[in-house]
């Protein structure tokens, strides 16, 4: 099916910027629904934000105007980039892929933002 992987989660300060990176396999990645979550210690994982095939996005209000999610279907890859960073997004990021009731993870990317 489809396969998963994240990349350029890391330590940053408050206000810097970090930008995520889910690569992906598979012939279909076009149509699926894809999105980002994070899970902080102790606590649910949430979703972050996600972008349905036809370029339609939604994020959870407490990263409103400070991330975009994009795709780029040549490149089967879908995008976060994090801005003006702040300690409570501290998590692990995890991309997903969905269609229908199917969902595939990746494996996470750790997120740090700490002066």
């Known amino acids: 099916q489809v396969q998963l992987a994240e990349s350029g989660g890391g330590l940053v300060q408050p206000g810097g910027s970090l930008r995520l990176s889910c690569a992906a396999s598979?012939?279909?990645?076009?149509?699926?629904?894809m999105g980002w979550y994070r899970q902080a210690p102790g606590k649910q994982r949430e979703l972050v934000a996600d972008i349905t095939s036809g370029g339609n996005t939604r994020y959870v209000d407490s990263v409103k105007g400070r991330f975009t999610i994009s795709r780029d279907n040549a490149k089967k890859t879908v995008y976060l980039q994090m801005n003006s960073l702040k300690p409570e997004d501290t998590a692990v990021y995890y991309c997903n892929a969905n269609i229908a009731t199917i969902n595939t993870w990746g494996q996470g990317t750790q997120v740090t933002v700490s002066s």
């Open positions: 598979g012939s279909i990645f076009s149509l699926y629904t």
